[in-house]
């Protein structure tokens, strides 16, 4: 899949999450949006507010599914060879999880860019907060910003 170049490429490779009057097209959900599970091995993680969850899969746009599994097969491949080939998954699971690899902060949700009027890429299900807790979001350019406050949106 090429990537698309800007929000009219996303609605026609993604399509319209939105109904007419700005709600969730629930249709539009239940077509494209997959829990997809991680490769065998992997154990995934959620940072909530209360600390890390694990779960099951990430929750992204169905044509995402094939690029996010092999994503994360090149990461498990990278992470064998740094702790030895011959590492148990346990060993390797702990070289990931050391480096916060395997900890996410969200998928698809259906909600505005935060400070903004249009939809986020997670409400396509085609964005994901990889370790947000420790790669927050810069701050806009002064240019760019809002009145909002930082907590108005949520990631």
Known sequence: ???PDGRAEI???FGHPANSDGTLNE????ANIRKVAPPDGWHLFYQADTGLVQ????RMHRLLEDSFVAVLDDIWSFAKHQVGDNASQDAIRAWLHKRRLD???????????????K????????AIDWDAEHN???????????????SAGCR
């Open 1 to 3: 899949m090429q990537t």
């Open 11 to 13: 609605e026609e490779v």
């Open 27 to 30: 249709a539009w959900e239940g």
């Open 55 to 58: 779960v099951a899969g990430i």
């Open 103 to 117: 900890q996410h902060s969200g998928g698809f949700n259906f909600r505005k860019i935060t400070g903004g009027q």
């Open 119 to 126: 939809l986020s890429l997670h409400a396509y299900g085609i």
């Open 136 to 150: 927050p979001r810069p701050a806009r350019p002064a240019s760019r910003r809002t009145s909002a406050p930082p």
